[in-house]
């Protein structure tokens, strides 16, 4: 069984430009992205893949250069489908593909390893992260849902 971890980023956010390289913490979400999964130890391979050349330089600080995968100009957009998106996955052999949310900037590389090693273990078909959220929603005229 191959399992592969993969990170992306791309900086045409629409919701706040550039996000992925404006300070946060005294670095970016980017860096700490790259970093944590350059730290992964329970994987056959990691990658990160990437567009924008300042990403691509972050890459090569803390990756080897098998570890990049450079997108291409339709795959930075979220106007396609995930299948154009994540195209360069063809090129890749693996069973399975952990995707590691570059946004989550507290996600620790150990956690992430643990979670590889208990679905080896436990030899699941697939396998998703939840939290339980004890709170109330409302709607628009303040009752709950």
Not at 35 to 62: G, H, M, Q, T
Request: charged share 25%; aromatic share 12%; with cysteine.
């Amino acid at each position: 069984m191959k399992i592969i971890a993969l990170g992306n980023a791309r900086m045409s956010s629409t919701r706040l430009k550039n996000k992925m390289l404006l300070p946060f913490a005294k670095t970016s979400l980017a860096e700490i992205a790259i970093k944590r999964i350059s730290k992964l130890n329970n994987f056959d391979d990691v990658f990160f893949a990437a567009y924008d050349k300042k990403l691509i330089n972050i890459c090569k600080k803390f990756l080897n250069k098998k570890s990049i995968i450079l997108r291409d100009k339709k795959s930075d957009s979220s106007n396609f489908p995930l299948t154009k998106i994540h195209n360069y996955l063809e090129n890749i052999d693996f069973d399975y593909c952990m995707w590691v949310n570059s946004c989550h900037a507290i996600l620790k590389s150990s956690t992430i390893d643990n979670a590889v090693k208990f679905f080896r273990k436990n030899q699941f078909k697939s396998m998703t992260a939840v939290i339980k959220k004890n709170t109330w929603f409302y709607d628009k005229y303040g009752k709950p849902i």
